[in-house]
């Protein structure tokens, strides 16, 4: 038998003069008439559509609609066994927790368990947005087929209140980026994914995703490449000093830091996470010598050390880089400068910089070497795009591919030191290349 009584919400202004959504339900009469009722017993209009559902659910009439064939049964919504979760919230609240189920299963399928940046950005999704919103939704909800359509006019309205500092003025809220609403839908997918495998619903629905419309970097010029990074201790210091005196004598720390950011390609996380041992130094047979960049790990952000981004058991994306001369002119400058020669380089207060300090320090540098700002996106992940722009004018496509950390179905994933050390001696004849990175223009005094 079909469903007689139909769900409908509105929003209704309550007595203080808030909107709040209520839920009602609709019949055809036996006049051929639509016939429209609040969701709850006497003439109440309830707020949770879980209680409308149950409500409606125990009226139990026959499907009556005049001129039309009764509709054949709808299959239920799910298969549940007895004991088994009732509501999205009951389930939820069991996902992407440290010791959850279903991450131990993942990690003995993967061969490896998912990062902790992974898991913590879908339990915050789950618990800032999905079981705030849908938390009190019966699984029966899930199996309506209007619910990917509801799913996407609520990611279409969020709103997120900006960071602000304690004690500053609340700012309005502003729409949550694509990006963010995509991120919602994966969550969301993957929780009803598991939802499926309890036999809570018999089908996962299909959202539509949303265009990313991040803007991309820009990139730095030859003018603004020398401006940033003079070989003159005292010029870079000054540079790259906070004007305020924060921070003293850490200009020369931050200078170093950005320059082999920027003439090696690197992400943040992987920058953050240089350490001595990376560095290598070979004198070729002609008593030239050849400076590389083993590029194997990153820094997380709870400043932990990460495999690399997209790394697999069976790839690690691990790559090797060669530094041009003049790189390891400015990086020399700042190991000499400091007593620790092992683990890692960069340390601000002792600690490894973070990834908003690194964002701050860049944006400062900028400022002090009176880069134009205006109308350009220039993150530290900026760093990366001139990188690669400018070097694939110098190297063909596939040694930039392999550089970069990139992949491609013609190019063989590189695994372990030796191999890696191997590949910067093959690449040493390539050093004059490398060291265009900083073009030809003269330094500006």
Not at 270 to 299: F, K
Request: glycine share 8%; charged share 30%.
């Amino acid at each position: 038998m079909g469903t007689k009584y139909h769900l409908f919400s509105r929003d209704r202004t309550g007595k203080d003069g808030k909107i709040v959504r209520r839920w009602y339900y609709w019949y055809w009469g036996e006049d051929g008439v639509r016939i429209k009722k609040a969701a709850g017993p006497n003439g109440s209009a309830p707020l949770l559509k879980r209680e409308a559902q149950d409500y409606i659910d125990q009226l139990d009439a026959p499907l009556v609609m005049p001129g039309l064939i009764p509709a054949l049964s709808s299959p239920p919504a799910s298969f549940a066994p007895y004991g088994a979760p009732r509501t999205f919230k009951a389930f939820a609240d069991t996902l992407y927790l440290p010791d959850s189920q279903h991450l131990k299963r993942k990690a003995l399928t993967d061969g490896e368990p998912i990062s902790e940046d992974t898991r913590t950005g879908h339990r915050s999704r789950l618990k800032n947005y999905l079981i705030p919103k849908w938390g009190e939704c019966s699984w029966a909800t899930f199996a309506e087929p209007g619910f990917p359509d509801d799913f996407t006019d609520w990611l279409v309205d969020l709103e997120r209140i900006p960071k602000h500092k304690e004690g500053t003025r609340v700012p309005d809220p502003v729409p949550i980026s694509n990006s963010t609403r995509n991120s919602l839908i994966e969550t969301m997918t993957i929780s009803l994914r598991e939802a499926k495998r309890a036999r809570l619903i018999l089908q996962v629905p299909e959202f539509e995703r949303f265009n990313r419309l991040s803007r991309h970097q820009d990139t730095l010029t030859n003018e603004e490449l020398i401006k940033l990074f003079p070989e003159d201790p005292d010029k870079l210091k000054k540079i790259w000093q906070l004007e305020d005196g924060r921070d003293l004598n850490t200009g020369l720390l931050f200078g170093a830091m950005c320059c082999l950011g920027v003439s090696a390609g690197l992400r943040s996380g992987e920058l953050r996470a240089v350490s001595a041992d990376q560095i290598i130094r070979t004198r070729q047979p002609d008593g030239a010598m050849t400076y590389g960049l083993i590029v194997d790990r990153a820094l997380n952000r709870n400043n932990e050390i990460a495999g690399l981004k997209k790394a697999n058991k069976e790839d690690l994306r691990v790559r090797v880089v060669v530094l041009s001369d003049k790189t390891m002119r400015i990086l020399d400058m700042y190991l000499t400068s400091i007593k620790h020669k092992e683990g890692l380089l960069f340390l601000h207060r002792g600690q490894p910089v973070r990834k908003e300090n690194l964002g701050r320090r860049w944006a400062g540098g900028l400022k002090q070497a009176k880069i134009p700002l205006k109308g350009r996106r220039l993150t530290p992940h900026a760093m990366r795009y001139t990188y690669n722009t400018r070097m694939r004018m110098l190297l063909s496509e596939q040694v930039l591919q392999e550089v970069v950390g990139h992949r491609s179905d013609a190019m063989t994933a590189l695994y372990d030191r030796p191999h890696l050390v191997e590949r910067l001696k093959q690449l040493s004849d390539q050093q004059g290349a490398f060291n265009k990175f900083w073009g030809e223009v003269k330094a500006i005094t």
